[in-house]
Structures are given as structure tokens and as C-alpha cells.
């Protein structure tokens, strides 16, 4: 569909967010218990952070959850009753959401679209609208604007200007979102497409080139590359890039209760993990590095042969959070032949 | 869970213990009964409350039984799965100090008991879900009475909730 | 498609029917489906067996796919399996699938048949061994080198004296030698690891296509004979590839080799593709 | 602080000139993060630094290079880091050259201001918690060491997170507990930061028996934060990494603490303190003191 251009003044936001709350189940920045922000349910305006900055935790656990039930069973008798979770009961409004965050989904669902269609995952994916709000400034380690998605997946963003957000609707959610509060938006009659350009140079969130995409060809090639031992050894592997990461998607299968009544729930695990691909016999990635090596390459050469985008929107939370600073963009440059110089300067040969 | 220790006529009736499903079903006739997970060292305490149900001696059947060969076999990982798999609470038993079948197992087990006990009271635990004593072979009454101190106290303190965790 | 697509992970029940204890290690399931048909699966095909509260596990299907009933085997090495391990008749097991691609059965026609098999790895082989035989005239040769740690590890005993017994294969049995050189007392085939034994047999290239499954070492081991010394191309030698799984259908993504996903793609290889994925072995 | 670099630079390339070690383990400065870094023979030590964001524990790094000869930039942390590996079997003490460094006083990455600042101003109130306790700034023992001395202002006493949680009721304790649990996403940082939780197989990756659940939860979440400060009790020289790296800023070093200050009060004992100092939970004293054994 077309795209749509619309005024929201700024003293309006508060008033589309709790009319919002009686539609949807309204999801926006708050504060939890250490000040931390996170994207949670706050009941009233007055604990919503309608800001740009980025929380630490994606939006991902929206879609799919850290820890989700895929079945619960129950004994009866000699029979044993097992059945699925339940799809959501409201429509969820994702309420001034991040573009990394808003975009990731669409990059995510192919994945879990393919074939086999995931319902748990797809039935969030459904009922979920996205009103995102543009950043206004380049946060601590982004890298966005080398990554080529733009507003894909996205239903309505905000764009803030003096006094008034401009609102770009996109999708019929998007328009859907717009037109249950009329009264809250004006049909914004100047070039919009303008006054966003000019948004972006301010924020610095203009596209620069080279683009992260152009590295596949040598990233191909540099699988068994000396340098990857030496920097990515530090990598600890935890699981923080990964789950605050808003496309890595990989998840473990486990059960809990008794043989006789209990679930079997599907959580969140990290390819960096020791024991992710540990089998009785064999473990193929046996070294720190190569499990690190693993996350890069599946994101910036995997992912996009198969289903076209990358997997990553360049939010840069795995800079910010990693115990270790190991950054990812950098790496993408070095062993994608955008760069010469390794980070930090590690280097096996010459 | 191998058979319970104690075999006093009370508890004849109740037979060995459930299989963990049964218990998780909670639904046993009568008031709520605490359920108790008992780590007997096999040289001394398993003894001692064999001799308190050979004394006749009548005690509440709350506890479960685990024989261990001496306290010090005790890994605080057991402890805190005995509460995850619904026990109210766990009891430790073993060797008075020096008199360890070996020698001095009991006393690296109090180090540890120690540690175990200072965390659960930090984190606000109820200090009466977990218990530690020292009952000798031949102190088959103190058996009867630490089982029914800590069964007492564990009816004051009520169930322990494990909340179910991390549903979306 | 896998079993009710609208609830993916929602698995169908079976209840065994039948308990082989093949070694000290290993057991042969045999399960019978009552809420429904059996899984219509090929061979090469696995599927995600599990237990209520303890997790699922892979397994390919050991048995053939014209049989009214469906045969796992499955080695007591970690939680589920040993959970397996203590099944007993009439227990009722969890089951997704049948999940991945199978042996290309249409382009073996024709073909000398070599059949490599490893410990726990015949029961890929298993259900195309025995679809080969009851089509035997569909093939030009049929052999079958089957080897094991030691002797008590042989799995599927009784078939492979039924093997040795017919005509229209030849059985090559190896135990791994215990000191080189040295015959084990009372066995009666051979006392060494595959790859000697066919730099020796020599087995020509011509027409033939290898299908072997084992511990990863002996695959990689028995390609490289084949390859480099034998003069066989890639496309001609099939594995099925063990990596760890979970979901069994291409979303958790633990499986992947490079951008091959071996639980969609495969597990069915030939050593064509296997040489084109990135060196994860 | 100018000069520390080219002092440090100068001591890893004569240590790589003399063929004395394989790799080089200190902090490199690079896209605006100082972070740890591996280097080798050919790798540019230009860009190794020593400054105020140098909390990362290095000692954390020797078993991924277990075997070559390292030459590891040690503070204050990873000497007493490396005494409790010693006592514990896990040093080749002559692959190892120690490069003993005085320490300034790590900032506490939370409390930075935004954008650019000047570290070497930071006052107290921007210190990580535990510099304020740290007993000894320069490095007792090396084999080479880079910089000059500095005074060690005079150390603060008491936990005040641990104290100021100790004196909630119990049950307000586990409801801040529960609360803080509920923050946890199991990303384990904590565990793979810590230089002293070196195991192969943890129990969280144990699952015959399977000690933990694998799901997220406030319980599941507290036993696992119980079980590592148990393993930590009486080894822990409260480096504070695990609490740094938390990305959702859980205080889980007060657990280790908890075991800090009563191994002390009740067994006089300080983890780490010498090459020879046993860990807590290997030797014990007849009459160790205990108030709750019936």
C-alpha cells in the first residue's frame, strides 16, 4: 500500500497511549526495578519513556519469548491429554518501539515462515502492530546506517520534528492504528519524504556506504582465516549478544514436571554457548573462537544466502553489553575485506 | 527413595514412599503434611533412626528418607532440587564432630552446611526449611525428637511455594 | 509437511510395542501408532522421539518404510536415551516428523550397491538395506562391510547371519582391532578397521555408489580411502550427517553447516555437498 | 598515565623479542572501548593501553591458552586471582611472566557520565564499589614490572550493598531477591567472567541428573546465583566482574560477599592473600563455629 503521512503533536502522545490501552495490550519504554529501560507494560503515561534511546533487552521477547510453553501434557488415566499453548487473546501495540527493534521481526519471520510455519511465534507475529519512533541521534555503538534495511516490517514510525511527530503509515495495521483515534492525528500536507530526509542527516542515521551486505563475497572465503583464534578467543561465550540481540533466534527444547503431568517449553539459548552443538560424538565447534566465528558468519553470510536480508539491523547492543567489547561491525570489516587493520590489533601473521 | 528409616507402627499404613508424581499431586487426604527430605549418613544417623523405629518409638513419618554414606556426601545441589521437586523442607543429619566413620567427613560437610545455611538466610528463606543435626547411632530418641521439632516448625512455616517459572 | 502443521511442536503419541536389547548399550523399539496411520516416512528420513518430562531426542528410522510398523535404535548415551532405555512394552513415547530428506532410492537403481556401517550408524542403513533386498533386481550388486568395537557391540545379530546365509549379498564383518595383527579368538570375520579392508578389496568405482554411516571418524575416514585412494568421485559416497538437534525442522538453528541446514537439507549427503560446506569437521 | 602505554608497549615487545612468550594478554584501546585483547608475535602493540576502563579480570583468559607461554598484564585483581589458581593446581607458573601493574582505581562503567570524559579526574563516587576496599594498589610480586608506585589511599570497611540488604526483614529480603531474579535472562556473563569458575562441566550444563531447570525464572534464577556463590565460598577475591558484566545491572558479587565477610568473621579467612592460602571449603578447624545445628 501507498504510504501515508500524518501529524501527531506531541502533547497528543500521552492521550493516543491510554485510548490505546483499551484497544491493545500497550507495550512501551519503562523503568524496572535497577533503571534499567525495558520494554514492558506500564499502566499509566506517566511511566512511559517515549524516548529513542535503546533499552538493553530487544523487542524480540514480544514474538518469541524467553521461556515459552510449546506443549503441556496430563495424565488421564492410561491416556495422556497433551495440548499446545494458546494463541493471544488481545491485539499487542508495540508503542514507540525502536526501528532496529521493529525491523528485526521482518527479518526473523522468514525464518520461522519457512516451511514449516512456527505458530507460537507466528501467532504473536499476527496480532502484533508496530508503531515505532525514529532515533533522533546515533546511540553508543550503532551501526545502522550500514546495514541496508530501512523501514521494512515496520507499520507506523514516528518522526520528530519541532512540536509534532510526523507519522509515516506503511501497512494496513499501521493505517488501522491511525484511524481508530482520528482525532489524535492531522493529515500532514507538506513534502513529508523531505522532512524525514532532513531527520536522518540530523539524527546521522543516513545510509553511508560501504554497506555491511558488501562483505559476503570475502566473508566466504574467510571462514578458516588465521586471525579468527586470535580475536575472537576473548569471547567468553555467554549468552548476552545473543539474547539482547533482536534477530538471533536460536532456541533449546527442554521438558519439566513428572512423566505424568508437566510441559515441554522452548527457551532461548546462544550459539556461543559450550554446549549448543555437543553431541555423544563429536563436538565440531570445540573452540571458543569457532563458536563466535559461528554467530558472524550466520549472520552476515548464512542468513542472507538463504533468506535474503541479514541477520542483524546493527543496533550494536552486542558492542554495548559484551564483557569483553568484542565488536561485531569491525570484525564484519576485517575478515570482509572492508578493512585491513584488525581490531585491536591482533593479529596472527603478517 | 529407598524405604524410610523410620518403621513405626503410625506410619506402617502410608507404606514407601510415592513416586514424585504422587507427592507433586499434594491432593493426601487430611490437613496439609509437611514433606521432608531427610540426608541420613549411613554410619550414624541412618542407624540411629533405624534404633528409634526398633525402640518402638513413635515419631511423625514426614521424613524421606535419602541414606547417604556420610554427611559430607551432601552436595548443595541436592539440597536445593529437593526443594524444586516439592519438598517443605531438607534435613541434613550426620556424625557428631569426631566421631566420622571417616574421620573427619563431617567436618568439611559443616563448612559447607554453613555456607549453604548463611545464603539461605540472606535470601530471606525461612531459616526452618532447612535443618542440620548430628544424631549418633545409638541416640535413637534424639532422632524421634529432631523429626519432630523440624516437622512442627515446618507446620508453622506452611507449604513451600515453588512458583512456576518463566511462563509467558 | 511434518505431523498436524497448525501445532508444530504438538507431538503424536505411540506406544511401544516390542523391546530388542540388540547389546549391553543398545536397544531396537518397535512402536505402534493408535491415534492415527503410521508416519508415511522414506528411508533417511528421522524424526524427534521423545518422553514426557525428560526431552526428545533424534533417531532415524531403523526399520523399512513398507512395514506396518516403524523401528527406532537407539544407543543409552545421554538423558533421553537412557530415559529409552527403561521403557518397557506398551509405554507411550512423544513423536514429531517424519523431518529431512532421504536416500535418492530411484537414482541407487541399477547401481553395485556398498553398504558401510558403523557401531550405532547401521540403522540409517538398515531400512535401505532391507528396501534393497526385497528389490533386489533393481540392482546390479549388493555388499554390505559392517564393522563394531568388539563383538558384543554387533547390532542387529540375527540379520546379519540371515545376511551372510543369502546369495544375493556378500557380508564383510570387522571388529576394530584389539592389538594390531593379533585374530580375536572365535570370530569369525575380520580384524580390522574399514578403510584397510577396502584399500585391499579394492572395490571398483565403476557403477557403484557407497552409502555409510558411523562414528564421524569412520565416515571421514572411509571417504577419504574411497576418494583419494580408490579413485571414487564425491557424488558417489552418501552419509547421513549426526549433528546436534532440537527442533528438527529448520528453526532453532543448531543444525547448520554453513547455510545448509542439516535437519531440511539433509541429514542425507553426498560428499560432493559435504566437500562444498565450510570445514565445520 | 601517558607514559604506562609506551612502557607496557615496550614490555610485550621485548618479551616477544626475547622469545620469552607465545601470546600477550593485556587491554587494547580501539572503537572508543578499551577491552582485553590476545596478541601475537606479528600484532601491532600499538594499540595496548592501561587506563581506568581496565576492570576486565585477564586471569580469566589463561585456560583458553593453556599450555603456550603467556605474558599476562596483572593488577592488584589478578595477582590475588592467580594465588587462588595456584593453591588450586591451575598455574604453569614457568609458562606464565607475570607484568605487574600499579593500579589506578577502575571506574565504575554504570556511573560514567555520557560521552567523553576524562578518567583520570574521576573521583571516588565514580570508583567500582570494590577499589574503595582494595588493601594494596601495587602488585606485590612480578617478573617485570611497568610503572611507578602509587599510594594506596586507606581502604574503606563493610560491603555497603550487602549491609544495606541485611538490614531488610526476611521477607523483604526475598522479595528483593525474587525481584532482582526476575531481571536475570541466564545469560551466565557472570559464571564465564569469573576467572575462578573454570570447570569443564558446570552443573548448569549437567542434565544427568539435571540439577537445573533450563527455563527462566525467578527460582530457577536464584538456586543457580546460590549454587555459584557456594562454589565460589572461601575463593572469591571480589574482583567484582560478575557484577559489571550483568547487562541487567543484578548486584550477584553481594551472594559472594555474604560468604566474603562470614568466612572471615568466623574462620579469620581472606581468599587469595598468598600462592599458599587452600581454599576455604578444602580444610576446616575443629571447633569452626556454627549456630544452628541441633
Not at chain 1, 157 to 169: F, H, I, P, Q, S
Not at chain 4, 241 to 265: M, T, Y
Request: aromatic share 10%; glycine share 8%.
Amino acid at each position: 500500500m501507498a504510504a501515508e503521512y500524518y501529524r501527531l503533536s506531541k502533547d497528543k502522545v500521552a492521550e493516543l497511549f491510554e485510548r490505546a490501552r483499551a484497544d491493545y495490550d500497550v507495550v512501551a519504554k519503562t523503568r524496572d526495578a535497577n533503571g534499567n529501560l525495558v520494554y514492558g507494560r506500564p499502566v499509566s503515561f506517566d511511566d512511559v519513556a517515549f524516548v529513542d534511546e535503546q533499552p538493553p533487552m530487544s523487542a524480540k521477547a514480544f514474538a518469541l519469548p524467553q521461556t515459552e510453553t510449546l506443549v503441556r501434557y496430563e495424565q488421564e488415566g492410561d491416556k495422556i491429554r497433551a495440548d499446545g499453548s494458546e494463541a493471544p487473546a488481545r491485539d499487542v501495540l508495540l508503542f514507540g518501539v525502536n526501528m532496529c527493534d521493529a525491523a528485526a521481526f521482518d527479518i526473523v519471520d522468514r525464518v520461522f515462515k519457512w516451511d514449516y510455519l512456527d505458530d507460537p511465534y507466528l501467532g504473536r507475529r499476527a496480532r502484533a502492530t508496530q508503531f515505532a519512533l525514529a532515533c533522533a541521534a546515533v546511540q553508543r555503538d550503532c551501526f545502522c546506517d550500514r546495514i541496508s534495511y530501512g523501514e521494512d516490517g515496520v507499520d507506523a514510525v514516528a518522526y520528530e520534528l519541532e512540536g509534532a511527530y510526523l507519522v509515516k503509515v506503511r501497512t494496513e495495521k499501521g493505517r488501522a492504528l491511525v484511524e481508530r483515534y482520528e482525532n489524535l492525528f492531522a493529515v500532514e500536507d507538506g513534502d513529508a519524504e523531505r522532512s524525514i530526509k532532513t531527520f536522518k542527516e540530523k539524527a546521522g542515521t543516513v545510509k553511508k556506504e560501504p554497506m555491511l551486505e558488501s562483505a559476503k563475497p570475502a566473508l566466504e572465503k574467510a571462514f578458516e582465516h588465521a586471525d579468527w583464534e586470535i580475536l575472537a578467543s576473548t569471547c567468553i561465550g555467554c549468552g548476552i549478544c545473543t539474547y539482547v540481540c533482536p534477530t538471533c533466534h536460536c532456541f533449546d527444547i527442554q521438558d519439566e514436571g513428572g512423566s505424568s503431568r508437566g510441559r515441554r517449553l522452548r527457551t532461548w539459548d546462544h550459539c556461543t554457548g559450550r554446549t549448543f552443538t555437543a553431541t555423544a560424538a563429536e563436538q565440531p565447534r570445540d573452540r571458543q573462537y569457532k563458536r563466535y566465528r559461528q554467530r558472524l558468519l550466520h549472520k552476515f553470510w548464512y542468513y542472507p544466502e538463504r533468506f535474503g536480508p541479514l541477520l542483524c539491523t546493527g543496533c550494536g547492543r552486542c558492542i554495548t553489553y559484551c564483557p569483553v567489547k568484542i565488536n561485531i561491525k569491525e570484525l564484519v570489516e576485517y575478515f570482509g575485506g572492508l578493512k585491513d587493520t584488525p581490531p585491536g590489533g591482533a593479529r596472527h601473521g603478517k | 527413595m529407598p524405604r524410610s528409616a523410620a518403621t513405626s507402627s503410625e506410619c506402617g499404613r502410608r507404606g514407601t514412599v510415592a513416586e514424585k508424581e504422587k507427592r507433586s499431586a499434594r491432593e493426601t487426604a487430611g490437613p496439609w503434611e509437611p514433606n521432608i527430605v531427610g540426608f541420613l549418613c549411613n554410619w550414624c544417623s541412618y542407624a540411629g533412626a533405624d534404633l528409634a523405629g526398633t525402640s518402638r518409638i513413635p515419631y511423625a513419618c514426614n521424613v524421606r528418607v535419602i541414606r547417604v554414606p556420610c554427611s559430607s556426601r551432601v552436595d548443595p545441589l541436592m539440597i536445593l532440587r529437593a526443594f524444586r521437586e516439592g519438598a517443605d523442607g531438607v534435613l541434613v543429619s550426620g556424625c557428631h564432630p569426631g566421631d566420622c566413620h571417616y574421620i573427619d567427613g563431617n567436618y568439611y560437610a559443616r563448612r559447607k552446611l554453613i555456607a549453604l545455611k548463611r545464603l539461605l538466610d540472606h535470601v530471606g528463606l525461612d531459616p526452618r526449611r532447612f535443618r542440620v543435626s548430628w544424631v549418633s547411632a545409638s541416640e535413637g530418641r534424639k532422632w524421634a525428637e529432631v523429626v519432630k521439632t523440624v516437622t512442627r516448625e515446618l507446620l508453622e512455616a506452611g507449604p513451600f511455594r515453588y512458583e512456576e517459572n518463566g511462563d509467558d | 509437511m511434518g505431523n498436524n502443521s497448525e501445532r508444530l511442536y504438538v507431538p503424536r503419541l505411540a506406544r511401544v510395542t516390542a523391546v530388542v536389547e540388540e547389546t549391553p548399550t543398545i536397544k531396537t523399539f518397535r512402536l505402534a501408532f493408535e491415534d492415527g496411520p503410521r508416519p508415511d516416512f522414506k528411508c533417511g528420513q528421522f524424526g524427534e522421539f521423545g518422553i514426557f518430562g525428560v526431552g526428545e531426542a533424534t533417531f532415524c528410522f531403523a526399520s523399512p518404510p513398507d512395514r506396518e510398523y516403524v523401528e527406532i535404535t537407539v544407543k543409552n548415551v545421554g538423558k533421553v536415551t537412557r530415559a529409552f532405555h527403561n521403557l518397557n512394552e506398551g509405554d507411550v513415547i512423544t513423536f514429531r516428523g517424519p523431518y529431512g530428506n532421504s536416500f535418492p532410492y530411484d537414482d541407487f537403481k541399477g547401481k553395485k550397491l556398498l553398504f558401510i556401517g558403523g557401531g550405532i550408524g547401521q540403522a540409517p542403513l538398515r531400512g535401505l538395506l532391507w528396501n534393497c533386498l526385497e528389490n533386489r533386481a533393481d540392482f546390479e550388486q549388493v555388499d554390505l562391510i559392517y564393522a563394531a568395537r568388539e563383538e558384543c557391540e554387533l547390532v542387529y545379530e540375527r540379520e546379519l547371519v540371515e545376511f551372510e546365509a543369502r546369495d544375493d549379498i556378500s557380508v564383510t564383518l570387522a571388529l576394530d582391532p584389539v592389538c594390531p595383527g593379533e585374530p580375536i579368538p572365535g570370530w569369525r570375520g575380520r580384524t580390522s578397521f574399514v578403510p584397510p579392508i577396502l584399500e585391499e578389496e579394492r572395490p571398483s568405482a565403476e557403477g557403484r555408489v557407497v552409502v555409510t554411516c558411523g562414528p564421524p571418524i569412520m565416515i571421514k575416514l572411509v571417504a577419504k580411502s574411497l576418494l583419494e585412494k580408490l579413485d571414487y568421485a564425491p557424488g558417489q559416497v552418501w552419509t547421513t550427517l549426526e549433528m546436534k538437534m532440537k527442533c528438527g525442522l529448520g528453526k532453532c538453528g543448531r543444525c547448520n553447516i554453513g547455510s545448509v541446514y542439516v535437519c531440511k537439507d539433509g541429514p542425507v549427503f553426498n560428499y560432493e555437498q559435504i566437500l562444498s560446506f565450510p570445514r565445520e569437521f | 598515565m601517558a607514559t604506562i602505554k609506551e612502557e607496557l608497549q615496550a614490555a610485550a615487545k621485548k618479551l616477544f623479542d626475547d622469545d620469552r612468550v607465545d601470546y600477550f594478554v593485556g587491554y587494547a584501546e580501539d572503537y572508543g572501548h578499551t577491552f582485553p585483547a590476545i596478541l601475537a608475535k606479528d600484532s601491532d602493540l600499538s594499540r595496548l593501553t592501561f587506563d581506568r576502563k581496565s576492570y576486565n579480570n585477564l586471569a580469566n583468559f589463561l585456560p583458553e591458552l593453556r599450555g603456550f607461554r603467556v605474558g599476562l598484564i596483572c593488577k592488584q585483581c589478578e595477582v590475588r586471582t592467580l594465588n587462588v589458581l595456584a593453591a588450586e593446581g591451575q598455574i604453569e607458573r614457568d609458562k606464565l611472566v607475570v607484568v605487574g601493574v600499579p593500579c589506578p582505581a577502575m571506574v565504575d562503567p554504570r556511573k560514567l557520565p555520557q560521552g567523553e570524559a576524562d578518567l583520570a579526574a574521576l573521583d571516588e563516587s565514580y570508583w567500582q564499589e570494590k577499589c574503595r576496599r582494595c588493601p594494596e594498589r601495587n602488585t606485590p610480586f612480578a617478573d617485570v614490572f611497568v610503572g611507578e608506585r602509587v599510594s594506596t589511599p586507606t581502604p574503606a570497611e563493610g560491603w555497603p550493598l550487602l549491609e544495606e540488604v541485611e538490614a531488610m526483614s526476611a521477607e523483604e529480603r526475598l522479595a528483593w531477591w525474587r525481584e532482582q531474579m526476575s531481571l536475570c535472562i541466564r545469560c551466565y556473563a557472570c559464571r564465564l567472567a569469573c576467572p575462578l569458575c573454570y570447570c569443564h562441566q558446570c552443573f548448569v550444563e549437567d542434565n544427568k541428573p539435571q540439577w537445573l531447570d533450563k527455563s527462566v525464572g525467578p527460582e530457577n534464577n536464584l538456586h543457580y546465583h546460590i549454587i555459584r556463590a557456594i562454589h565460589l565460598a572461601g575463593r572469591c577475591i571480589e574482583c567484582q566482574e560478575c557484577s559489571r558484566v550483568c547487562p541487567a545491572g543484578i548486584p550477584v558479587d553481594v551472594l559472594n560477599n555474604v560468604l566474603s565477610r562470614d568466612f572471615g568473621e568466623r574462620f579469620g579467612y581472606v581468599a587469595g592473600e598468598t600462592a599458599e592460602t587452600e581454599p576455604a571449603l578444602i580444610q576446616y578447624e575443629r571447633d569452626d563455629k556454627e549456630d544452628f545445628i541441633l
